[in-house]
């Protein structure tokens, strides 16, 4: 893998600078503490899109700034340092590249540069059960009717789910779930009339809720791509869901194996540093090879997206699998080594405790990739 252009570099610092002074983990507690229902801080995504950020996957003509997966990764990554909550992932992430991928020319210029901009949020909803299930057991049916579809079902867990604009919905129109032939995708308002939400309280205090359709009426120009043929289309768009979330994941654990290590150098016991333990010292060293490890895994997954490679699939579900194994073991170990403090709501741990287990699960846990990636290579 080549190392982070110079522009890349700077924009990491630059990442870096701005998540520790404007939207630290502080912050974030002050949020969580107020019960804020959508999750996130409005002011603060309001300067993550004024900086451009939103629109690094969208196409310049249309109000982004094309620099790519990689680019997007890193943003992610030092993001999720400080447990800065937005919907930056999930709608100019996943959303976008739904967009970008299957939309018509007419969909591209109807929502990509309210996507770069921050003004229009995205959510995508695919799960309906409480793990993530291979696309193919989808059941929420689109019925053909008139010039149009109607959508009955529940989707659960989406994320940004509250305060999402628009959802991209993955729906039976065709066949029995289970069946790989049938699916289809399509965008859709999210005050159209027929769609309930139902706020869900989760431990890493973010903006899920699950989503009712109930006779949902939306014309044919909602259809994303090709009727019953979305199966391919959806996995691509998961995959790229994945390679982001597994670098936010490697934020996330490079902060914690931080927090470690500053504790290993600072805390004294026996009139030394316990760092300087040799047991503490090998877990620390253990850790930042995983760390090391991780971060090729996440890397070669977002620059395989941006190249097209034709082994993508398997390098998002390698990523995602190392990030959260990683993540498990790091989270772990930032409790354990730190002790009694660990385990206080007033010490920070815990926040980063709770987000690592909500990203574990998401878009597929660790067994689930094993599993997708050994199919993959034909085991």
């Known amino acids: 893998m080549a190392a982070l252009t110079e522009e890349q570099a700077l924009l990491k610092e630059q990442v870096s600078s701005w998540a520790r002074e404007e939207a630290p983990v502080s912050k974030f507690r002050e949020m969580r503490d107020r019960g804020t229902e959508t999750g996130f801080d409005k002011g603060t995504w309001s300067a993550i899109a004024e900086m451009g950020w939103a629109g690094i996957l969208i196409p310049e003509d249309q109000g982004g700034v094309a620099m790519g997966h990689l680019t997007f990764g890193v943003v992610l990554e030092e993001l999720g340092r400080q447990l800065t909550a937005s919907p930056l992932l999930t709608s100019a992430g996943t959303g976008a590249c739904a967009i970008i991928l299957a939309g018509s020319e007419a969909q591209k210029k109807e929502w990509l540069p309210g996507l770069s901009d921050g003004s229009q949020i995205f959510a995508l909803a695919v ?3 409480p793990r993530h299930a291979a696309p193919d057991q989808i059941a929420l049916q689109a019925e053909a009717s ?12 989406v994320p940004e789910g509250l305060s999402a604009d628009a959802f991209i919905v993955a729906a039976r129109t065709q066949g029995q779930p289970g069946e790989s032939n049938g699916l289809s995708l399509f965008v859709i308002q999210g005050d159209t009339p027929g769609i309930s939400r139902k706020r869900l309280r989760t431990a890493d205090s973010r903006g899920y809720a699950n989503i009712e359709f109930s006779g949902v009426h939306v014309a044919r120009s909602a259809l994303l791509g090709e009727l019953d043929e979305a199966a391919p289309l959806l996995e691509q768009i998961l ?6 979330l597994a670098a936010e994941m490697l934020g996330v654990a490079a902060q914690a194996f931080d927090m470690t290590l500053d504790y290993l150098k600072n805390r004294i016991q026996f009139g030394q540093p316990i760092g300087s333990f040799q047991a503490l010292g090998h877990r620390a060293s253990i850790l930042y090879t995983e760390m090391e490890m991780t971060r090729s895994c996440v890397e070669a997954a977002l620059e395989a997206l941006d190249k097209g490679d034709e082994n993508t699939a398997e390098l998002c579900s390698l990523s995602k699998c190392k990030a959260g194994q990683f993540l498990h073991h790091m989270s772990n170990e930032l409790i354990q080594i730190h002790g009694g403090i660990g385990m206080t709501d007033e010490f920070d741990a815990g926040l980063y405790l709770k987000r690592a287990r909500a990203l574990e699960y998401a878009l597929g846990n660790e067994a689930f990739h094993r599993d997708r990636f050994a199919s993959l290579r034909g085991f």
Not at 148 to 156: A, C, E, M
């Open 127 to 129: 799960d309906e059960t």
């Open 146 to 157: 008139g010039d149009g579809f109607i959508l009955n079902g529940l989707k659960v867990h």
């Open 239 to 244: 995959d790229c869901g994945r390679a982001h």
